[in-house]
């Protein structure tokens, strides 16, 4: 069993989901999960090894070439993803408390976000009862073309640790609704979600080999990766994987969609309200302690208004509480491992040594002596040039950037390798938008920051390919076949 915070218990993993069965690992190899918060093992679990990918793949292959739901109605699908989505909203409270004990994540914060998990299977039934599956179209001679958008076939998703769970909902839940057939490998320090959406789906009572889990490490992940009856990989996770992702997928030309790292710029026009701004800034600059692909780590501030701009934010971010997260008034918990922390610190210590301030935070907070805890940190003084100001850090480090007029204020939001997301402030949204549209990333918020499962989420340039959420996110698992009518 592990045991989760205040007393509450899971059952401890011990075999993997394949073809509808629960089966013994084919090795006695196994990962061992740690605590952010004590340092101590959480849980040990068997890691997949290539012969469990294989027959996780099989599976898959099986049921999608020869098994029903490929060819099921669209509107017996989204009946039975409906049912997924009941059976994960009665595990809410557990799936929070499985997030804030693996990651770190404050509790406040996980149970206000679980929620998404249900409403991306909720949602994808609703968009493929009435989905354009099949286009009548007609040609300049009078014939008919039927254009079909049918499933990639096997897909394999792979999550990372941040937020477990949700972002393989995604994957899962768009994939299944399209017609493909499943293979997920969640990151190995985040093995508890992926378990509970497997149970959820064979209480659903989804067909044999649809959806298959292989938890494994790196090797494993490559593997199944390179496997050559895996038609298409959905990956969230660091642009240095994604581009390895790529690389091996494009031997076999492999459909791809990447979710990859951002470097988001929250730009504060020379009109914005500080004070308004304020409370999007302080959850979505270092959500999740830092550890959120879209974070908000650049604000750019207008060179005349910057030092009232730090009167304001400098004490809000002194004043977050770090705490347990298991306690409902912890608004920062740790990090989630020990190589995050010293990748943060690393990151810290390039600032000052590249000339920036550390205006506040810096160091490992007094008081923490277990728990891979970091300061809130805050540097000012960056230059775009700076390494801390174009590399992600996913921590908690935000950069303050000064700029003269709304020219350089757009040269500066877009000189990073990077577009994922950011976040416009203006008392006229209009003005935001237009300067939202001068900003090249993938998904952008006019005073604050919305993150939506029912729309499209993705990058520009090294922050990935594809969209997840929305139409868009169910056309990544489609194949599009023509028609033509001749007689």
């Given at each position: 069993?592990?045991?989760?915070?205040?007393?509450?218990?899971?059952?401890?993993?011990?075999?993997?989901?394949?073809?509808?069965?629960?089966?013994?690992?084919?090795?006695?190899?196994?990962?061992?999960?740690?605590?952010?918060?004590?340092?101590?093992?959480?849980?040990?679990?068997?890691?997949?090894?290539?012969?469990?990918?294989?027959?996780?793949?099989?599976?898959?292959?099986t049921a999608f070439d020869h098994g029903p739901w490929p060819r099921m109605p669209a509107r017996d699908r989204a009946a039975a993803l409906r049912r997924v989505a009941s059976l994960i909203?009665?595990?809410?409270?557990?799936?929070?408390?499985a997030w804030t004990t693996q990651v770190g994540a404050p509790i406040s914060l996980t149970r206000k976000l679980v929620p998404q998990n249900a409403t991306l299977f909720s949602h994808y039934?609703?968009?493929?009862?009435?989905?354009?599956?099949?286009?009548?179209?007609?040609?300049?001679?009078?014939?008919?073309?039927?254009?079909?958008?049918?499933?990639?076939?096997?897909?394999?998703?792979?999550?990372?640790?941040?937020?477990?769970?949700?972002?393989?909902?995604?994957?899962?839940?768009?994939?299944?609704?399209?017609?493909?057939?499943?293979?997920?490998?969640?990151?190995?320090?985040?093995?508890?979600?992926?378990?509970?959406?497997?149970?959820?789906?064979?209480?659903?009572?989804?067909?044999?080999?649809?959806?298959?889990?292989?938890?494994?490490?790196?090797?494993?992940?490559?593997?199944?990766?390179?496997?050559?009856?895996?038609?298409?990989?959905?990956?969230?996770?660091?642009?240095?994987?994604?581009?390895?992702?790529?690389?091996?997928?494009?031997?076999?030309?492999?459909?791809?969609?990447?979710?990859?790292?951002?470097?988001?710029?929250?730009?504060?026009?020379?009109?914005?309200?500080?004070?308004?701004?304020?409370?999007?800034?302080?959850?979505?600059?270092?959500?999740?302690?830092?550890?959120?692909?879209?974070?908000?780590?650049?604000?750019?501030?207008?060179?005349?208004?910057?030092?009232?701009?730090?009167?304001?934010?400098?004490?809000?971010?002194?004043?977050?509480?770090?705490?347990?997260?298991?306690?409902?008034?912890?608004?920062?918990?740790?990090?989630?491992?020990?190589?995050?922390?010293?990748?943060?610190?690393?990151?810290?210590?390039?600032?000052?040594?590249?000339?920036?301030?550390?205006?506040?935070?810096?160091?490992?907070?007094?008081?923490?002596?277990?728990?891979?805890?970091?300061?809130?940190?805050?540097?000012?003084?960056?230059?775009?040039?700076?390494?801390?100001?174009q590399e992600e850090i996913f921590g908690p480090v935000v950069s303050v950037i000064g700029y003269s007029d709304e020219d350089d204020a757009a040269r500066k939001a877009n000189a990073t390798?990077?577009?994922?997301?950011?976040?416009?402030?203006?008392?006229?949204?209009?003005?935001?938008?237009?300067?939202?549209?001068?900003?090249?990333?993938?998904?952008?918020?006019?005073?604050?920051?919305?993150?939506?499962?029912?729309?499209?989420?993705?990058?520009?340039?090294?922050?990935?390919?594809?969209?997840?959420?929305?139409?868009?996110?169910?056309?990544?698992?489609?194949?599009?076949?023509?028609?033509?009518?001749?007689?």
């Open positions: 069993m592990v045991r989760l915070q205040q007393g509450k218990v899971l059952k401890a993993p011990d075999q993997f989901f394949m073809n509808g069965d629960w089966v013994a690992p084919a090795t006695d190899r196994r990962i061992d999960v740690l605590s952010p918060v004590t340092e101590e093992r959480l849980l040990s679990y068997p890691e997949a090894a290539p012969a469990d990918i294989d027959r996780a793949v099989a599976a898959a292959r909203t009665d595990r809410l409270e557990e799936i929070a408390w039934a609703d968009l493929i009862e009435n989905f354009p599956f099949c286009d009548t179209r007609h040609r300049d001679d009078g014939g008919e073309v039927r254009v079909l958008r049918e499933p990639v076939g096997v897909c394999a998703a792979i999550s990372p640790w941040n937020a477990p769970m949700v972002l393989l909902s995604y994957k899962i839940a768009a994939g299944l609704a399209a017609g493909c057939t499943m293979v997920a490998k969640p990151s190995p320090e985040t093995p508890l979600e992926a378990y509970i959406l497997a149970e959820c789906i064979e209480a659903a009572g989804l067909p044999r080999g649809v959806f298959n889990l292989v938890p494994a490490g790196r090797a494993g992940g490559d593997h199944l990766v390179r496997h050559r009856d895996v038609e298409k990989v959905a990956f969230t996770g660091s642009t240095a994987v994604g581009k390895h992702i790529m690389r091996v997928c494009s031997d076999r030309l492999a459909r791809v969609s990447l979710e990859l790292g951002g470097k988001s710029a929250a730009v504060l026009l020379p009109d914005a309200d500080f004070a308004k701004a304020l409370p999007s800034l302080m959850v979505y600059s270092m959500p999740i302690t830092g550890q959120v692909c879209f974070s908000l780590t650049r604000l750019l501030v207008p060179e005349a208004r910057k030092a009232a701009f730090l009167d304001m934010f400098l004490p809000a971010v002194r004043a977050i509480k770090l705490g347990d997260p298991s306690d409902p008034a912890t608004q920062m918990g740790p990090l989630a491992m020990d190589r995050q922390r010293t990748r943060v610190e690393e990151y810290i210590a390039a600032g000052r040594a590249g000339g920036a301030m550390l205006a506040c935070g810096g160091g490992r907070p007094r008081g923490f002596d277990t728990g891979y805890y970091v300061e809130p940190t805050v540097f000012t003084d960056v230059t775009p040039d700076m390494k801390i100001a390798p990077y577009g994922l997301n950011g976040a416009v402030y203006s008392a006229d949204p209009e003005r935001g938008f237009a300067f939202a549209r001068r900003m090249r990333t993938g998904g952008l918020t006019v005073n604050g920051l919305i993150v939506d499962p029912k729309h499209p989420f993705g990058g520009y340039r090294e922050s990935g390919m594809g969209r997840e959420g929305g139409p868009e996110g169910l056309e990544n698992y489609l194949e599009v076949k023509t028609v033509h009518m001749a007689g």
